[in-house]
């Protein structure tokens, strides 16, 4: 599927935040839990209700899951996701921080009331939720990446490249941190890198011009604050509603390749560019002589052993 005609995600303040499936009760047996069952379903039921929007319904099934079972923690967890996309902020506080009261060590409850803290302007308790979160499990590219968009806030350019790049090292295809990182590298003037992280978020599905606007109102406010002049072609991909043009497959495949071999996308990205798989991509290389600039012979061997594994899962 061409990853062009998708459609793009706005900022979505929640993007970072998963439900929780399953069984969680801290310390304590499965079979010691009679009611857990039927919680669970509950709470099945609500994940179900909420990710088709029906908060109010899923918030009365984990209101159920958390009568049958009340340290039942995925539930408490899961009704303050709830709260959140309902846009009741200190109730899902009080879910997180019930979540966190039943499990010390739950990284992602952690996560989720950075976030809460974040929208209600208490940064301060926003990122120190994020650092516990990171601190609990260091793997989760979601608390860096949020905590990185709070420290682009808050025009700590630095921290926040450090901590967009080390979501993505985690996390390739977090597409809002890509772009987050582009809004970053306007900071610094690196129009280059700014370009190649713009271009891969809205691959990613993002939308750019959304995301540049959740922080700046225009290019000319930016350029007023920062006393720095955007470059036209940058400018334009920040412009609402911008889009990619849609190209023909040979043009897309031309742009995808200058693009690998200006080392600004990975042979995968470029592959999506291009809308063709990793393998196809990677055998195309060949053809126009790119594999040995950037890549050994080991080292294409094993890019197309991954190819070829994905391709067949």
């Given at each position: 599927?061409?990853?062009?005609?998708?459609?793009?995600?706005?900022?979505?303040?929640?993007?970072?935040?998963?439900?929780?499936?399953?069984?969680?009760?801290?310390?304590?047996?499965?079979?010691?839990?009679?009611?857990?069952?039927?919680?669970?379903?509950?709470?099945?039921?609500?994940?179900?209700?909420?990710?088709?929007?029906?908060?109010?319904?899923?918030i009365v099934s984990f209101d159920k899951a958390i009568e049958l079972?009340?340290?039942?923690?995925?539930?408490?967890?899961?009704?303050?996701?709830?709260?959140?996309?309902?846009?009741?902020?200190?109730?899902?506080?009080?879910?997180?921080?019930?979540?966190?009261?039943?499990?010390?060590?739950?990284?992602?409850?952690?996560?989720?009331?950075?976030?809460?803290?974040?929208?209600?302007?208490?940064?301060?308790?926003?990122?120190?939720?994020?650092?516990?979160?990171?601190?609990?499990?260091?793997?989760?590219?979601?608390?860096?990446?949020?905590?990185?968009?709070?420290?682009?806030?808050?025009?700590?350019?630095?921290?926040?490249?450090?901590?967009?790049?080390?979501?993505?090292?985690?996390?390739?295809?977090?597409?809002?941190?890509?772009?987050?990182?582009?809004?970053?590298?306007?900071?610094?003037?690196?129009?280059?890198?700014?370009?190649?992280?713009?271009?891969?978020?809205?691959?990613?599905?993002?939308?750019?011009?959304?995301?540049?606007?959740?922080?700046?109102?225009?290019?000319?406010?930016?350029?007023?604050?920062?006393?720095?002049?955007?470059?036209?072609?940058?400018?334009?991909?920040?412009?609402?509603?911008?889009?990619?043009?849609?190209?023909?497959?040979?043009?897309?495949?031309?742009?995808?390749?200058?693009?690998?071999?200006?080392?600004?996308?990975?042979?995968?990205?470029?592959?999506?560019?291009?809308?063709?798989?990793?393998?196809?991509?990677?055998?195309?290389?060949?053809?126009?002589?790119?594999?040995?600039?950037?890549?050994?012979?080991?080292?294409?061997?094993?890019?197309?052993?991954?190819?070829?594994?994905?391709?067949?899962?």
């Amino acid at each position: 599927m061409d990853t062009l005609k998708r459609d793009r995600k706005i900022v979505d303040p929640y993007l970072h935040c998963r439900f929780a499936h399953g069984h969680q009760i801290e310390g304590t047996p499965k079979t010691a839990h009679p009611q857990l069952a039927k919680a669970e379903v509950y709470n099945a039921r609500g994940i179900a209700y909420s990710e088709n929007e029906e908060h109010d319904r899923a918030i009365v099934s984990f209101d159920k899951a958390i009568e049958l079972q009340p340290d039942y923690i995925n539930a408490h967890y899961n009704r303050g996701l709830a709260y959140m996309r309902k846009g009741e902020v200190d109730k899902a506080l009080i879910d997180y921080s019930g979540a966190i009261q039943f499990k010390r060590s739950y990284a992602e409850a952690y996560n989720n009331r950075g976030i809460a803290y974040h929208t209600k302007g208490e940064t301060i308790y926003a990122v120190q939720d994020y650092s516990t979160a990171i601190g609990l499990n260091s793997e989760l590219a979601e608390p860096y990446a949020n905590r990185g968009n709070l420290y682009l806030s808050r025009l700590d350019i630095h921290r926040a490249v450090y901590d967009c790049t080390k979501a993505l090292r985690l996390n390739p295809d977090m597409g809002v941190a890509y772009g987050t990182c582009g809004v970053a590298w306007l900071h610094y003037g690196h129009w280059k890198k700014a370009k190649a992280d713009f271009t891969v978020a809205t691959i990613l599905r993002v939308d750019v011009s959304a995301l540049f606007h959740h922080f700046y109102e225009s290019v000319k406010v930016f350029e007023q604050k920062t006393e720095i002049q955007i470059p036209a072609d940058v400018a334009d991909m920040l412009a609402p509603q911008a889009e990619l043009p849609e190209f023909e497959g040979g043009a897309r495949l031309k742009l995808a390749l200058e693009a690998y071999d200006n080392k600004e996308l990975s042979t995968g990205l470029s592959a999506r560019f291009a809308g063709m798989s990793r393998e196809e991509f990677i055998y195309t290389m060949g053809k126009y002589g790119l594999s040995p600039i950037r890549l050994t012979a080991e080292e294409l061997r094993k890019d197309v052993e991954s190819a070829r594994n994905a391709s067949h899962q």
